[in-house]
């Protein structure tokens, strides 16, 4: 059974930083087929990829404009964990982010259960 456990969130302050931790069971993160991600939701919006790493053809990630320059996000193939480190964070930064891994050859994914990260100005 796979599992996607999201945790890291917390209150920070603006200008602060913070990193995610999504460890994940039941599936290996080196799986070419997978694109990892993490996700974010504002209240009212709707859920945005803010980063995302990928492993085919070639190591790769990827990042929104909102957060590009910001954001990383990288994997520890021996903790089978993806984390995304905030730096320089603003308000606009306040979400609920979840963890997602899309398997491109079953055409299935998968959700962490999210953790409420809060930056206050």
């Known amino acids: 059974q796979v599992q996607l456990v999201d945790s890291g969130g917390a209150v920070v302050q603006s200008g602060g930083s913070l990193r995610l931790s999504c460890v994940a069971s039941?599936?290996?993160?080196?799986?070419?087929?997978?694109?990892m991600s993490w996700y974010r939701q504002a209240p009212g919006k709707e859920r945005e990829a803010v980063a995302t790493?990928?492993?085919?053809?070639?190591?790769?990630?990827d990042y929104s404009t909102s957060v590009a320059g910001r954001f990383t996000i990288f994997r520890d193939d021996g903790k089978n964990t993806i984390y995304l480190q905030m730096n320089n964070m603003e308000p606009e930064d306040t979400a609920v982010y979840y963890c997602?891994?899309?398997?491109?050859?079953?055409?299935?994914?998968?959700w962490g259960q999210g953790t409420q990260v809060t930056v206050s100005s």
């Open positions: 997602h891994v899309f398997d491109v050859h079953k055409i299935r994914e998968y």
């Open positions: 039941g599936l290996t993160l080196t799986f070419s087929g997978y694109k």
């Open positions: 790493i990928t492993n085919f053809p070639s190591h790769r990630t």
